[in-house]
Protein backbone atom coordinates (compact mmCIF):
# COMPACT_ATOMS: atom_id res chain seq x y z
CA UNK A 1 0.00 0.00 0.00
CA UNK A 2 2.81 2.35 0.12
CA UNK A 3 2.52 3.56 -3.54
CA UNK A 4 -1.58 4.19 -2.49
CA UNK A 5 0.05 6.94 0.11
CA UNK A 6 2.75 8.10 -2.22
CA UNK A 7 -0.17 9.03 -4.57
CA UNK A 8 -2.43 10.83 -1.73
CA UNK A 9 0.93 12.54 -1.02
CA UNK A 10 1.32 13.26 -4.25
CA UNK A 11 -1.98 14.64 -5.08
CA UNK A 12 -1.82 17.01 -2.22
CA UNK A 13 1.74 18.64 -3.58
CA UNK A 14 0.18 18.74 -6.81
CA UNK A 15 -2.45 20.84 -5.16
CA UNK A 16 -0.49 23.45 -3.54
CA UNK A 17 1.43 24.04 -6.34
CA UNK A 18 -1.53 25.13 -8.42
CA UNK A 19 -2.88 27.46 -5.67
CA UNK A 20 0.18 28.90 -4.66
CA UNK A 21 -0.10 31.10 -7.73
CA UNK A 22 -1.80 34.26 -6.79
CA UNK A 23 -1.84 35.87 -9.93
CA UNK A 24 -3.58 32.88 -12.10
CA UNK A 25 -6.23 34.42 -14.76
CA UNK A 26 -9.92 33.13 -14.27
CA UNK A 27 -13.00 34.68 -15.22
CA UNK A 28 -14.72 36.46 -12.42
CA UNK A 29 -17.78 34.95 -10.77
CA UNK A 30 -19.94 37.64 -10.84
CA UNK A 31 -21.81 39.15 -13.61
CA UNK A 32 -18.70 40.94 -14.86
CA UNK A 33 -17.97 39.49 -18.22
CA UNK A 34 -17.44 35.61 -17.07
CA UNK A 35 -16.97 34.27 -20.19
CA UNK A 36 -14.85 36.62 -22.01
CA UNK A 37 -16.71 38.03 -24.69
CA UNK A 38 -15.80 41.38 -24.70
CA UNK A 39 -13.01 43.68 -24.96
CA UNK A 40 -13.03 47.17 -23.59
CA UNK A 41 -11.42 50.06 -24.95
CA UNK A 42 -7.85 51.16 -23.85
CA UNK A 43 -8.88 54.83 -23.92
CA UNK A 44 -11.10 56.98 -25.54
CA UNK A 45 -10.09 59.83 -28.08
CA UNK A 46 -11.56 63.03 -27.97
CA UNK A 47 -11.81 65.10 -31.26
CA UNK A 48 -12.24 69.34 -31.13
CA UNK A 49 -15.95 69.08 -30.93
CA UNK A 50 -15.63 67.41 -27.50
CA UNK A 51 -16.96 63.42 -28.77
CA UNK A 52 -15.45 60.62 -27.21
CA UNK A 53 -14.83 57.76 -30.00
CA UNK A 54 -13.43 54.20 -29.19
CA UNK A 55 -14.08 51.17 -30.29
CA UNK A 56 -15.48 47.95 -28.16
CA UNK A 57 -15.40 44.89 -29.80
CA UNK A 58 -16.20 40.79 -28.98
CA UNK A 59 -14.79 37.62 -29.47
CA UNK A 60 -15.89 35.06 -32.29
CA UNK A 61 -17.44 33.35 -29.79
CA UNK A 62 -19.99 36.02 -28.71
CA UNK A 63 -21.53 35.88 -32.46
CA UNK A 64 -25.31 37.05 -32.51
CA UNK A 65 -25.02 39.61 -29.25
CA UNK A 66 -26.52 42.79 -29.44
CA UNK A 67 -23.99 45.69 -27.90
CA UNK A 68 -25.14 48.18 -25.45
CA UNK A 69 -23.29 51.16 -23.55
CA UNK A 70 -23.88 53.66 -21.28
CA UNK A 71 -21.81 56.37 -19.53
CA UNK A 72 -21.74 56.91 -15.53
CA UNK A 73 -20.21 59.73 -14.16
CA UNK A 74 -17.82 59.81 -11.53
CA UNK A 75 -15.08 61.30 -9.56
CA UNK A 76 -11.30 61.82 -8.59
CA UNK A 77 -11.88 61.13 -5.49
CA UNK A 78 -13.50 57.65 -6.40
CA UNK A 79 -10.58 57.53 -9.25
CA UNK A 80 -7.44 57.68 -6.19
CA UNK A 81 -9.56 55.17 -4.12
CA UNK A 82 -9.96 52.56 -6.71
CA UNK A 83 -6.20 53.17 -7.40
CA UNK A 84 -4.90 52.59 -3.84
CA UNK A 85 -7.13 50.05 -3.04
CA UNK A 86 -5.30 48.21 -6.22
CA UNK A 87 -1.60 48.88 -5.04
CA UNK A 88 -2.66 47.39 -1.72
CA UNK A 89 -4.20 44.48 -2.83
CA UNK A 90 -0.85 43.84 -5.22
CA UNK A 91 1.15 44.59 -2.00
CA UNK A 92 -0.55 42.26 -0.17
CA UNK A 93 -0.73 39.48 -3.01
CA UNK A 94 3.22 40.06 -3.45
CA UNK A 95 4.38 39.78 -0.15
CA UNK A 96 1.35 36.72 0.62
CA UNK A 97 3.05 34.94 -2.49
CA UNK A 98 6.36 34.85 -0.53
CA UNK A 99 4.99 33.76 2.38
CA UNK A 100 3.05 30.68 0.81
CA UNK A 101 6.13 29.98 -1.49
CA UNK A 102 7.98 29.42 2.00
CA UNK A 103 5.33 27.39 3.41
CA UNK A 104 4.88 24.85 0.34
CA UNK A 105 8.47 24.41 0.02
CA UNK A 106 8.75 22.88 3.77
CA UNK A 107 5.86 21.07 3.19
CA UNK A 108 7.39 19.75 -0.37
CA UNK A 109 10.68 18.61 1.81
CA UNK A 110 8.89 17.15 4.62
CA UNK A 111 6.74 15.20 1.91
CA UNK A 112 10.06 13.87 0.63
CA UNK A 113 11.29 12.75 4.11
CA UNK A 114 8.23 10.87 5.15
CA UNK A 115 8.28 9.02 1.87
CA UNK A 116 11.86 8.26 1.51
CA UNK A 117 11.32 6.53 5.23
CA UNK A 118 8.56 4.71 3.69
CA UNK A 119 10.47 3.38 0.43
CA UNK A 120 13.72 3.02 2.37
CA UNK A 121 12.88 2.11 6.01
CA UNK A 122 9.42 0.57 5.90
CA UNK A 123 10.37 -0.88 9.59
CA UNK A 124 11.05 2.43 11.55
CA UNK A 125 7.66 3.15 12.46
CA UNK A 126 8.28 5.74 15.21
CA UNK A 127 10.22 7.43 12.43
CA UNK A 128 8.17 7.06 10.18
CA UNK A 129 5.20 8.39 12.72
CA UNK A 130 7.29 11.46 13.73
CA UNK A 131 7.95 12.41 9.74
CA UNK A 132 3.83 11.98 8.70
CA UNK A 133 3.02 14.26 11.79
CA UNK A 134 5.54 16.91 11.04
CA UNK A 135 4.22 16.76 7.31
CA UNK A 136 0.28 16.91 8.88
CA UNK A 137 1.04 19.84 10.70
CA UNK A 138 3.55 21.40 7.81
CA UNK A 139 0.59 20.41 5.48
CA UNK A 140 -2.42 22.33 7.67
CA UNK A 141 0.06 25.19 8.67
CA UNK A 142 0.26 26.50 4.59
CA UNK A 143 -3.91 25.08 3.76
CA UNK A 144 -4.75 27.68 6.72
CA UNK A 145 -2.66 30.35 5.75
CA UNK A 146 -4.01 30.03 1.99
CA UNK A 147 -7.46 30.09 2.86
CA UNK A 148 -6.52 33.35 4.90
CA UNK A 149 -5.08 34.48 1.65
CA UNK A 150 -8.19 33.65 -0.19
CA UNK A 151 -10.56 35.63 1.93
CA UNK A 152 -8.49 38.70 2.33
CA UNK A 153 -7.83 39.07 -1.32
CA UNK A 154 -11.91 38.65 -1.80
CA UNK A 155 -12.35 41.08 0.71
CA UNK A 156 -10.06 43.90 -1.32
CA UNK A 157 -11.42 42.78 -4.57
CA UNK A 158 -14.78 43.52 -3.38
CA UNK A 159 -13.47 47.16 -1.99
CA UNK A 160 -12.52 48.02 -5.32
CA UNK A 161 -15.76 47.11 -6.98
CA UNK A 162 -17.61 49.02 -4.62
CA UNK A 163 -15.98 52.07 -5.68
CA UNK A 164 -17.41 51.94 -9.13
CA UNK A 165 -20.92 53.51 -10.34
CA UNK A 166 -23.70 51.20 -10.96
CA UNK A 167 -25.11 51.44 -14.39
CA UNK A 168 -28.95 52.34 -14.81
CA UNK A 169 -31.61 51.30 -16.81
CA UNK A 170 -30.85 54.08 -19.89
CA UNK A 171 -28.63 52.26 -22.75
CA UNK A 172 -27.37 53.20 -26.16
CA UNK A 173 -27.25 50.33 -28.44
CA UNK A 174 -24.43 49.99 -31.44
CA UNK A 175 -22.98 47.08 -33.42
CA UNK A 176 -20.08 45.49 -33.33
CA UNK A 177 -17.71 48.00 -35.82
CA UNK A 178 -14.62 49.68 -35.47
CA UNK A 179 -15.44 52.91 -33.32
CA UNK A 180 -19.12 51.65 -31.98
CA UNK A 181 -18.56 53.86 -28.94
CA UNK A 182 -19.93 57.47 -29.26
CA UNK A 183 -19.83 60.09 -25.87
CA UNK A 184 -20.77 63.50 -26.02
CA UNK A 185 -18.44 65.35 -23.71
CA UNK A 186 -19.41 68.75 -24.73
CA UNK A 187 -20.78 69.84 -21.21
CA UNK A 188 -16.98 68.75 -19.48
CA UNK A 189 -13.87 70.22 -19.65
CA UNK A 190 -10.14 69.22 -17.94
CA UNK A 191 -9.95 65.93 -16.72
CA UNK A 192 -13.25 64.00 -16.48
CA UNK A 193 -13.68 60.66 -14.24
CA UNK A 194 -16.24 58.22 -16.07
CA UNK A 195 -17.64 54.77 -15.82
CA UNK A 196 -17.52 52.82 -19.21
CA UNK A 197 -20.23 50.00 -18.60
CA UNK A 198 -21.51 47.42 -21.79
CA UNK A 199 -23.75 45.01 -21.46
CA UNK A 200 -24.18 42.74 -24.47
CA UNK A 201 -26.85 40.16 -24.86
CA UNK A 202 -28.28 37.56 -27.02
CA UNK A 203 -31.94 37.04 -25.65
CA UNK A 204 -30.67 34.18 -23.59
CA UNK A 205 -27.98 35.33 -21.93
CA UNK A 206 -26.59 38.75 -20.85
CA UNK A 207 -22.91 39.80 -19.58
CA UNK A 208 -21.62 42.97 -18.49
CA UNK A 209 -18.43 44.40 -18.24
CA UNK A 210 -16.81 47.93 -16.96
CA UNK A 211 -13.92 50.59 -16.79
CA UNK A 212 -12.88 53.58 -15.71
CA UNK A 213 -11.50 56.57 -17.84
CA UNK A 214 -9.62 59.78 -16.73
CA UNK A 215 -9.47 61.32 -20.38
CA UNK A 216 -8.84 64.92 -20.78
CA UNK A 217 -11.02 67.42 -22.28
CA UNK A 218 -9.14 70.67 -24.11
CA UNK A 219 -11.29 73.51 -24.67
CA UNK A 220 -10.73 74.69 -28.09
CA UNK A 221 -10.55 78.39 -29.17
CA UNK A 222 -11.98 80.27 -31.87
CA UNK A 223 -9.20 81.93 -32.93
CA UNK A 224 -8.69 80.33 -37.05
CA UNK A 225 -4.59 80.16 -36.44
CA UNK A 226 -5.32 77.22 -34.18
CA UNK A 227 -3.76 74.19 -35.73
CA UNK A 228 -6.52 71.15 -35.53
CA UNK A 229 -4.84 67.49 -34.65
CA UNK A 230 -2.96 65.90 -37.14
CA UNK A 231 -3.22 62.96 -38.78
CA UNK A 232 -0.57 61.19 -40.80
CA UNK A 233 -0.58 61.05 -44.34
CA UNK A 234 -1.21 58.40 -46.46
CA UNK A 235 1.65 55.36 -46.29
CA UNK A 236 2.74 57.13 -43.17
CA UNK A 237 3.66 54.01 -41.51
CA UNK A 238 5.88 51.97 -39.51
CA UNK A 239 9.21 50.73 -41.28
CA UNK A 240 9.34 47.11 -40.68
CA UNK A 241 12.48 46.34 -43.27
CA UNK A 242 14.97 45.03 -40.77
CA UNK A 243 11.96 43.27 -38.83
CA UNK A 244 13.78 40.44 -36.75
CA UNK A 245 10.82 37.90 -36.79
CA UNK A 246 11.23 34.72 -33.74
CA UNK A 247 9.21 31.90 -33.21
CA UNK A 248 8.93 30.23 -29.87
CA UNK A 249 7.59 28.15 -27.19
CA UNK A 250 5.33 29.43 -24.53
CA UNK A 251 3.93 27.33 -21.86
CA UNK A 252 2.96 24.14 -21.77
CA UNK A 253 2.01 23.75 -25.76
CA UNK A 254 1.80 27.51 -26.95
CA UNK A 255 3.58 29.39 -28.73
CA UNK A 256 4.77 33.55 -29.18
CA UNK A 257 6.14 35.44 -32.46
CA UNK A 258 8.40 38.12 -31.00
CA UNK A 259 9.56 40.65 -33.55
CA UNK A 260 12.61 43.30 -32.95
CA UNK A 261 14.22 45.23 -34.75
CA UNK A 262 10.99 48.11 -35.14
CA UNK A 263 10.57 51.06 -33.56
CA UNK A 264 6.59 51.01 -33.25
CA UNK A 265 4.55 54.87 -33.97
CA UNK A 266 2.42 56.22 -30.77
CA UNK A 267 -0.40 56.52 -32.14
CA UNK A 268 -0.94 53.03 -33.84
CA UNK A 269 -1.43 49.48 -32.98
CA UNK A 270 -0.58 46.31 -34.77
CA UNK A 271 -1.98 43.06 -35.93
CA UNK A 272 -0.50 39.72 -37.17
CA UNK A 273 -1.84 37.38 -39.60
CA UNK A 274 -0.45 33.55 -40.44
CA UNK A 275 -0.93 32.20 -43.99
CA UNK A 276 0.83 29.20 -45.69
CA UNK A 277 2.26 31.65 -48.83
CA UNK A 278 4.34 34.50 -49.68
CA UNK A 279 1.37 35.81 -51.35
CA UNK A 280 -0.52 39.58 -49.98
CA UNK A 281 -3.30 38.18 -48.25
CA UNK A 282 -7.00 39.95 -48.16
CA UNK A 283 -7.71 40.85 -44.64
CA UNK A 284 -8.53 44.11 -42.79
CA UNK A 285 -8.31 45.40 -39.02
CA UNK A 286 -11.32 43.37 -38.16
CA UNK A 287 -10.50 39.68 -39.95
CA UNK A 288 -11.55 37.21 -37.17
CA UNK A 289 -7.94 35.49 -37.54
CA UNK A 290 -6.15 38.29 -36.33
CA UNK A 291 -3.56 38.15 -33.80
CA UNK A 292 -2.77 41.34 -31.55
CA UNK A 293 0.59 42.66 -31.07
CA UNK A 294 1.78 44.10 -28.01
CA UNK A 295 5.32 46.20 -27.96
CA UNK A 296 7.34 45.65 -24.79
CA UNK A 297 9.44 49.03 -24.17
CA UNK A 298 11.99 47.28 -21.90
CA UNK A 299 12.89 44.78 -24.67
CA UNK A 300 12.36 46.62 -27.62
CA UNK A 301 10.11 44.17 -28.46
CA UNK A 302 6.74 43.05 -29.94
CA UNK A 303 4.95 40.34 -28.59
CA UNK A 304 2.14 38.19 -29.68
CA UNK A 305 -0.76 37.90 -27.69
CA UNK A 306 -4.00 34.91 -28.21
CA UNK A 307 -0.87 32.06 -28.23
CA UNK A 308 -3.28 28.56 -28.62
CA UNK A 309 -4.13 30.48 -32.28
CA UNK A 310 -0.53 30.92 -32.90
CA UNK A 311 0.20 27.30 -32.04
CA UNK A 312 -2.68 26.00 -33.88
CA UNK A 313 -1.01 27.02 -37.18
CA UNK A 314 2.57 26.20 -36.00
CA UNK A 315 1.44 22.45 -35.11
CA UNK A 316 -0.03 22.11 -39.06
CA UNK A 317 3.22 20.94 -41.35
CA UNK A 318 2.47 23.54 -43.77
CA UNK A 319 4.77 26.56 -44.62
CA UNK A 320 4.68 29.40 -42.31
CA UNK A 321 4.34 33.30 -43.36
CA UNK A 322 3.83 36.42 -41.27
CA UNK A 323 1.64 39.52 -42.59
CA UNK A 324 1.23 42.54 -40.21
CA UNK A 325 -1.06 45.46 -40.44
CA UNK A 326 -1.06 48.71 -38.79
CA UNK A 327 -3.68 50.96 -37.59
CA UNK A 328 -3.58 54.25 -37.26
CA UNK A 329 -5.61 55.59 -33.60
CA UNK A 330 -6.66 58.78 -34.74
CA UNK A 331 -7.32 58.29 -38.93
CA UNK A 332 -8.62 55.07 -38.19
CA UNK A 333 -6.67 54.07 -41.36
CA UNK A 334 -5.15 50.56 -41.84
CA UNK A 335 -2.61 49.27 -43.95
CA UNK A 336 -0.27 45.83 -44.54
CA UNK A 337 3.43 47.04 -43.42
CA UNK A 338 4.94 43.44 -43.75
CA UNK A 339 3.40 40.24 -45.60
CA UNK A 340 5.67 37.16 -47.30
CA UNK A 341 7.64 36.84 -44.18
CA UNK A 342 8.34 33.00 -43.63
CA UNK A 343 8.54 31.88 -40.43
CA UNK A 344 11.02 28.95 -38.84
CA UNK A 345 9.55 26.87 -36.59
CA UNK A 346 11.64 26.25 -32.89
CA UNK A 347 12.48 22.50 -32.59
CA UNK A 348 10.04 20.59 -30.53
CA UNK A 349 10.83 18.63 -27.22
CA UNK A 350 12.08 15.36 -27.73
CA UNK A 351 13.37 13.48 -24.43
CA UNK A 352 12.04 13.95 -21.06
CA UNK A 353 11.20 17.68 -21.80
CA UNK A 354 8.59 16.52 -24.26
CA UNK A 355 6.54 15.92 -20.84
CA UNK A 356 4.85 18.32 -18.10
CA UNK A 357 4.02 15.59 -16.21
CA UNK A 358 4.12 11.59 -15.82
CA UNK A 359 2.45 9.20 -13.73
CA UNK A 360 1.45 6.11 -14.20
CA UNK A 361 0.17 3.42 -11.47
CA UNK A 362 -2.50 0.25 -11.36
CA UNK A 363 -5.45 2.66 -11.22
CA UNK A 364 -4.67 5.93 -13.16
CA UNK A 365 -2.75 7.10 -15.89
CA UNK A 366 -1.63 10.89 -16.65
CA UNK A 367 0.88 12.06 -19.51
CA UNK A 368 1.03 15.37 -20.11
CA UNK A 369 2.81 16.20 -23.27
CA UNK A 370 4.35 19.47 -24.04
CA UNK A 371 3.49 18.92 -27.74
CA UNK A 372 2.74 21.96 -29.78
CA UNK A 373 -0.86 22.23 -30.01
CA UNK A 374 -4.19 24.54 -30.66
CA UNK A 375 -7.36 24.38 -28.79
CA UNK A 376 -9.28 22.82 -30.89
CA UNK A 377 -7.35 19.30 -30.16
CA UNK A 378 -9.12 15.79 -31.79
CA UNK A 379 -5.75 14.04 -32.21
CA UNK A 380 -4.90 10.31 -31.01
CA UNK A 381 -1.61 9.52 -29.10
CA UNK A 382 0.42 6.64 -29.31
CA UNK A 383 1.70 5.14 -26.45
CA UNK A 384 4.43 2.44 -25.88
CA UNK A 385 5.99 1.20 -23.15
CA UNK A 386 8.83 -1.04 -22.74
CA UNK A 387 11.73 -2.92 -20.39
CA UNK A 388 15.49 -1.38 -21.13
CA UNK A 389 17.47 -4.23 -21.33
CA UNK A 390 20.65 -2.72 -22.86
CA UNK A 391 22.22 -1.53 -19.72
CA UNK A 392 24.86 0.50 -22.04
CA UNK A 393 22.05 2.71 -22.82
CA UNK A 394 21.43 3.79 -19.04
CA UNK A 395 25.02 3.92 -18.11
CA UNK A 396 25.00 6.77 -20.55
CA UNK A 397 22.12 8.10 -19.49
CA UNK A 398 23.95 8.09 -15.81
CA UNK A 399 26.76 9.64 -16.75
CA UNK A 400 24.78 12.30 -18.54
CA UNK A 401 26.14 11.41 -21.92
CA UNK A 402 24.13 13.65 -24.54
CA UNK A 403 23.65 10.31 -26.81
CA UNK A 404 21.97 8.03 -24.66
CA UNK A 405 18.34 9.69 -24.88
CA UNK A 406 18.90 9.27 -28.23
CA UNK A 407 20.53 5.70 -28.41
CA UNK A 408 17.28 5.05 -26.16
CA UNK A 409 14.75 6.85 -28.70
CA UNK A 410 15.71 4.16 -31.81
CA UNK A 411 15.14 1.09 -29.02
CA UNK A 412 12.14 2.50 -28.29
CA UNK A 413 10.98 2.64 -31.68
CA UNK A 414 12.21 -0.82 -33.03
CA UNK A 415 10.90 -2.64 -29.33
CA UNK A 416 7.71 -4.55 -29.40
CA UNK A 417 7.41 -3.18 -25.62
CA UNK A 418 4.72 -4.36 -22.82
CA UNK A 419 2.67 -1.95 -23.84
CA UNK A 420 1.33 -0.04 -27.68
CA UNK A 421 -1.38 1.22 -27.70
CA UNK A 422 -3.16 4.33 -29.85
CA UNK A 423 -5.99 5.74 -27.76
CA UNK A 424 -7.53 9.02 -28.24
CA UNK A 425 -6.52 12.14 -25.97
CA UNK A 426 -8.09 14.48 -24.03
CA UNK A 427 -10.39 15.62 -26.76
CA UNK A 428 -10.45 19.52 -27.57
CA UNK A 429 -8.35 20.35 -24.29
CA UNK A 430 -6.51 23.81 -24.13
CA UNK A 431 -3.20 22.66 -21.73
CA UNK A 432 -2.13 19.79 -23.62
CA UNK A 433 -1.94 17.05 -25.85
CA UNK A 434 -2.56 14.31 -22.94
CA UNK A 435 -3.75 11.21 -21.32
CA UNK A 436 -5.17 11.74 -17.99
CA UNK A 437 -7.68 9.54 -16.10
CA UNK A 438 -8.22 12.12 -13.31
CA UNK A 439 -10.11 14.58 -15.97
CA UNK A 440 -13.61 13.54 -14.34
CA UNK A 441 -14.94 14.71 -17.28
CA UNK A 442 -13.40 12.48 -19.68
CA UNK A 443 -13.66 9.45 -17.58
CA UNK A 444 -10.79 7.40 -19.18
CA UNK A 445 -9.50 4.29 -18.46
CA UNK A 446 -5.90 3.57 -17.01
CA UNK A 447 -3.66 1.84 -19.19
CA UNK A 448 -2.32 -1.65 -17.42
CA UNK A 449 1.15 -2.76 -17.74
CA UNK A 450 1.21 -6.15 -17.62
CA UNK A 451 4.11 -8.12 -16.95
CA UNK A 452 6.05 -5.32 -15.38
CA UNK A 453 9.09 -6.22 -13.34
CA UNK A 454 9.95 -4.77 -10.00
CA UNK A 455 13.17 -2.01 -9.85
CA UNK A 456 13.55 -3.00 -14.09
CA UNK A 457 14.29 0.07 -16.47
CA UNK A 458 11.07 0.93 -19.25
CA UNK A 459 11.22 3.81 -21.77
CA UNK A 460 8.26 5.50 -22.31
CA UNK A 461 7.39 6.65 -26.27
CA UNK A 462 4.47 8.87 -26.88
CA UNK A 463 3.71 10.11 -30.70
CA UNK A 464 0.89 11.97 -31.46
CA UNK A 465 -0.81 11.09 -34.59
CA UNK A 466 0.22 13.49 -37.36
CA UNK A 467 -3.21 12.79 -39.33
CA UNK A 468 -1.70 11.51 -42.72
CA UNK A 469 0.52 14.49 -42.59
CA UNK A 470 -1.63 16.88 -42.02
CA UNK A 471 0.55 17.95 -38.55
CA UNK A 472 4.02 18.28 -37.85
CA UNK A 473 5.72 14.99 -36.31
CA UNK A 474 5.31 15.16 -32.69
CA UNK A 475 7.14 12.61 -30.26
CA UNK A 476 8.60 12.13 -26.90
CA UNK A 477 10.92 9.92 -24.83
CA UNK A 478 11.61 9.32 -21.21
CA UNK A 479 12.45 6.40 -18.74
CA UNK A 480 11.25 5.12 -15.52
CA UNK A 481 11.98 2.53 -13.18
CA UNK A 482 9.02 0.39 -12.04
CA UNK A 483 8.12 -0.51 -8.10
CA UNK A 484 5.90 -3.57 -7.85
CA UNK A 485 4.41 -4.71 -4.81
CA UNK A 486 3.78 -8.88 -5.03
CA UNK A 487 1.37 -8.49 -1.68
CA UNK A 488 -1.30 -6.15 -3.37
CA UNK A 489 -0.52 -6.23 -6.81
CA UNK A 490 -0.32 -2.58 -6.48
CA UNK A 491 2.90 -1.10 -9.08
CA UNK A 492 4.09 2.20 -9.99
CA UNK A 493 6.44 4.01 -12.50
CA UNK A 494 9.07 6.55 -11.15
CA UNK A 495 9.87 8.64 -14.48
CA UNK A 496 12.94 10.23 -15.01
CA UNK A 497 13.23 13.65 -12.99
CA UNK A 498 10.97 12.34 -10.09
CA UNK A 499 12.38 12.51 -6.63
CA UNK A 500 11.63 8.85 -6.42
CA UNK A 501 13.89 7.60 -9.01
CA UNK A 502 17.14 6.14 -8.47
CA UNK A 503 20.18 4.40 -10.11
CA UNK A 504 21.50 1.26 -9.54
CA UNK A 505 24.30 -0.34 -10.22
CA UNK A 506 25.42 -0.78 -13.62
CA UNK A 507 28.54 -2.63 -15.28
CA UNK A 508 31.90 -1.32 -13.63
CA UNK A 509 30.57 1.82 -12.16
CA UNK A 510 31.80 0.94 -8.39
CA UNK A 511 29.50 0.44 -5.61
CA UNK A 512 25.42 0.60 -5.89
CA UNK A 513 24.47 4.36 -6.49
CA UNK A 514 21.02 5.23 -5.23
CA UNK A 515 21.16 8.85 -5.71
CA UNK A 516 19.17 10.90 -8.07
CA UNK A 517 19.16 11.08 -11.39
CA UNK A 518 21.36 13.91 -13.30
CA UNK A 519 19.84 16.27 -15.12
CA UNK A 520 16.84 16.02 -13.13
CA UNK A 521 13.92 17.93 -15.13
CA UNK A 522 11.49 18.95 -12.13
CA UNK A 523 8.24 19.29 -14.97
CA UNK A 524 8.71 15.77 -15.62
CA UNK A 525 8.29 13.70 -12.12
CA UNK A 526 5.26 12.07 -10.48
CA UNK A 527 5.52 15.53 -8.46
CA UNK A 528 4.03 17.39 -10.70
CA UNK A 529 0.46 15.15 -11.30
CA UNK A 530 -2.60 16.91 -12.60
CA UNK A 531 -5.80 16.30 -11.54
CA UNK A 532 -9.45 17.27 -13.12
CA UNK A 533 -11.39 20.73 -12.09
CA UNK A 534 -13.19 19.20 -9.10
CA UNK A 535 -9.65 18.45 -7.25
CA UNK A 536 -7.73 21.99 -8.26
CA UNK A 537 -11.34 23.42 -6.56
CA UNK A 538 -10.15 22.34 -3.23
CA UNK A 539 -7.70 24.69 -2.25
CA UNK A 540 -7.30 26.79 -5.72
CA UNK A 541 -10.29 27.69 -6.65
CA UNK A 542 -10.79 31.05 -3.89
CA UNK A 543 -7.64 32.65 -5.07
CA UNK A 544 -9.04 35.82 -6.57
CA UNK A 545 -8.07 36.34 -10.32
CA UNK A 546 -6.09 39.40 -11.29
CA UNK A 547 -7.77 40.45 -14.65
CA UNK A 548 -10.26 42.84 -13.85
CA UNK A 549 -8.38 44.94 -10.64
CA UNK A 550 -5.35 45.20 -12.60
CA UNK A 551 -6.93 47.78 -14.92
CA UNK A 552 -7.24 50.20 -12.09
CA UNK A 553 -3.83 49.50 -11.19
CA UNK A 554 -2.64 53.06 -13.23
Known sequence: MKTKIIAVITLLLIILSMSVNLYKVQAYTGEID???????PTRINISEDKIGTATISLSSEASGYTISYQKVDTTKSVFDNMQSKANELKSYATTSQQTLNGKKTNVETLSKKYTDLLEESPDSQEEIAQAKQEYDTALKDYTDYAKTVQEKIKTLQAEIYSYIPNYTSSWTETTNTTNNLKLDLKKYSGTVYIALWVKITNGTNTYYDVDIYSPNIKETTSDPETPPTQTPPEGDWTDFSKAKLTLSKEGTSDTILEISGVTPKKLSYYGLFITNNANKPNVNWNSEDKISLTYDEKTKTFKSLTNDVLAGYVEQNKDIY?????KNEESDKEEIVL???????YAEPKYTDAFFATYMVDDSTQIVTTFTHGDANKRKMQIKVGKITDTAILQKIKNKDASGFAELLKYAKSNSGILNQTVNSNENDGFAIEYNTNDLEKKLPALNLKGLQNNAYYYL????????GKYITQEGLTLAKASVYTDTKDWSLFFYGSNNFKWDEFGNSGGKDNTIAGGKIPQTGSDMIIFGTATLLIVGAGIVAYRKYRKYNF
Open 339 to 345: YGKKLTR
Open 461 to 468: YVKADDEN
Open 322 to 326: ATIME
Open 34 to 40: PEGYITL
